[in-house]
DNA sequence: ATAGTTATTGTGATATTGACACTTACTATT
DNA sequence: AATAGTAAGTGTCAATATCACAATAACTAT
């Protein structure tokens, strides 16, 4: 025990946002090497002492000069623990995915050039960064199928052409509006409001809201 | 980044079993404080150099005289890493969940003292090893909803009888014989055999085997 | 008034769910 | 040989969910 000499931790962040409808991850250039100039998830050290959510909280700070509270929702996803995947020696990474509506992000010389990349059209990227976005997309593509998920990317009011436009984005397939409508709202997570929105040359769309600005699960059951 | 400390790195790993129809997980008595004496998951330091699967390994044939291989499936968890879980200093550990058929512990004195214990009838237990174990627990539930997971607890032939109670078990709820029945063989994971299995007094039952003895996983769609 | 654009809505065929009880095949006992 | 006991095996009906598919409504700009 004395003796014993434990890896690097590390966390990184995969965090999602839809931007201009399209599903979205937040990458920021690193600053130096290994991979200096190359796109890479945000991440970094983990102390003792510290959580793995207080580093990525601070991490995403310091890096992306975004704040955690900005998030509308976070959950742990996967450690990556490969020997090999960081060429400087064995680090292991507790990842998160994180998913917030449509941000600012800021533009401060000190930050490592933050910015959202489709994720169908990702950059090169450093470590094992894709395994982890792609990991982090599955989990989604899943999650919004039993929980109420997507609300922590769609504005607080919306209409459901977003709504199914959202999980088209995610889901990266089509749906049947007729079927999609009818399903959805016989889950019963979402209200109509009285509101409408208003946006060109034709019939105004209601808004709705989620019932609940948290995580619902629906249970599925066997009998 | 000299500077930087990182916690310690440890893995525990909640491995279950049905023994006597009972959903049991595999523990071991603790050999030195904290906890000296107190029931406690498979678990241990992760050096650098090796994975988390590494450590489970060698941890598992260490402590409970179990083989990797004698699992019949394996999955990472969760990384629980409070600060104060561990007395002794930050401690981050990776868990995994392993399900395993009837096994046979070894007997050996070198051991700590491995024994299942049904889920529902836990002793204290060191750390937060409840909560670990719970979450393995809930994760579980959901698995065998929409995989053929449960075919790492039985053996290669079983009736359908011992399946629902297998389902019984882990769910902690009893399921209609008929609907169990009906829907379980539409689901297309599991074939009849031309064997029966006599047990008494009674009407031999029908032998059936899954057809994938590795994860199958049915996909649940929005659409 | 017309054209253009997006929102909204329904039906029928098929499959799934869930509640519910009797018959079958065997063994042990008499 | 008959009977009792035990677990295996099976079907129906009502309600609900799924899925394919197209016409009408509400607005703006010209």
Redesign the interface.
Same mark, same amino acid.
């Given at each position: 025990?004395s003796v014993?000499?434990?890896?690097?931790?590390t966390v990184d962040n995969v965090v999602f946002s839809l931007i201009a409808g399209d599903l979205s991850v937040l990458l920021i250039e690193r600053a130096n090497d290994p991979f200096k100039g190359v796109r890479a998830l945000p991440g970094g050290?983990?102390?003792?002492?510290?959580?793995?959510?207080d580093a990525v909280a601070r991490v995403l700070k310091s890096k992306a000069g975004i704040n955690l509270s900005e998030l509308n929702y976070i959950e742990?996803l996967?450690?990556f623990?490969? #020997?090999a995947r960081d060429p400087r020696?064995?680090a #292991?990474s #507790?990842s998160y995915m994180g998913l917030c509506r449509d941000i600012v992000i800021p533009l401060d010389k000190g930050l490592q050039n933050p910015q959202f990349f489709p994720v169908k059209n990702l950059p090169k990227l450093a470590y094992d960064h894709v395994d982890i976005i792609s990991y982090a997309h599955t989990r989604l593509c899943f999650k919004?199928?039993?929980t109420n998920v997507v609300w922590a990317l769609l504005p607080n009011m919306f209409t459901l052409t977003q709504l199914q436009s959202a999980?088209e984005s995610i889901?990266m397939k089509s749906?049947?509006k007729r079927?999609?409508r009818k399903?959805f709202l016989s889950l019963g997570l979402v209200v109509a409001s009285k509101e409408f929105f208003k946006d060109g040359a034709h019939r105004p769309a209601r808004l709705y809201k989620f019932k609940k600005q948290s995580l619902e699960v629906l249970s599925?059951?066997?009998?």
């Open positions: 025990m014993y000499t434990p890896p690097i931790l050290y983990n102390a003792a002492g510290e959580t793995t959510m742990q996967y450690t623990d490969t #020997v020696g064995h #292991v #507790v919004i199928t039993y999980y889901l749906l049947d079927n999609f399903k599925r059951s066997f009998d």
